[in-house]
């Protein structure tokens, strides 16, 4: 497996409505493979291909459970804790509920926000194989599953924020870029 590169916004892969994959042989599978392998090196619950620079729709998911990582938010060891999920060409079905869960982002380094979501998702989706899925995400589960599509529909989380936080995320960001800049000039 391949450890790829995380791209980091403002790249504009990210804000770019990712294509329908329609191919699902084995090098489409390899990528899947190293998406998965992305995602964990990175320490990241989840990916979508345009986060790697890929525009497909697809993304992988995989929430490991530890009982106290989320335990401001999350209460119990639900079913979808620690199962490996790849989604191809998701479609969020139904909706229900409104949740407020603070976000972070593999391609938004060091940003925290709140983010506004429904609280319960349904998706249809295909598997790495081309099979046809459909899953009922709640909790975490279901913000993630929500960001992620984002990712694939060119939507970055920053998108769901007020005028004035996301103004002040994109002064972080471009401080953290310059810094990173000044700091590879004094390694010259």
């Known amino acids: 497996m391949t450890t790829l590169k995380v791209v980091e916004w403002p ?4 804000e770019t409505k990712s294509t329908e994959v329609t191919e699902f042989n084995a090098e489409f599978q390899q990528f899947v493979q190293d998406m998965h392998e992305t995602m964990d090196h990175a320490g990241g619950i989840g990916l ?23 335990s401001d938010q999350e209460e119990k060891k639900e079913p979808w804790h620690d199962v490996r999920y790849t989604f191809v060409n998701p479609v969020i079905t139904k909706t229900s509920g409104k949740i407020r869960w603070q976000e972070g982002c593999l391609s938004f380094p060091e940003i925290f926000e709140f983010v506004d979501r429904a609280a319960e998702v349904w998706v249809k989706a295909q598997n790495e194989k081309g099979e046809t899925f ?27 924020m007020s005028r004035l936080k996301q103004s002040l995320v994109k002064k972080k960001v471009a401080k953290r870029h310059r810094l990173l800049a000044e700091g590879a000039d004094d390694g010259e």
């Not at 790249?11 to 990210?14: I, M, R």
């Not at 909790?139 to 694939?152: K, W």
């Open 11 to 14: 790249a504009k892969v990210l």
């Open 48 to 70: 979508a291909a345009n986060q790697v620079g890929v525009a497909k729709r697809l993304l992988t998911i995989f929430i490991p459970w530890s009982g106290s990582r989320y």
């Open 134 to 160: 459909e899953v009922h995400a709640t909790g975490l589960f279901a913000i993630c599953v929500q960001h992620e599509i984002d990712h694939i529909d060119g939507i970055v989380f920053i998108n769901r």
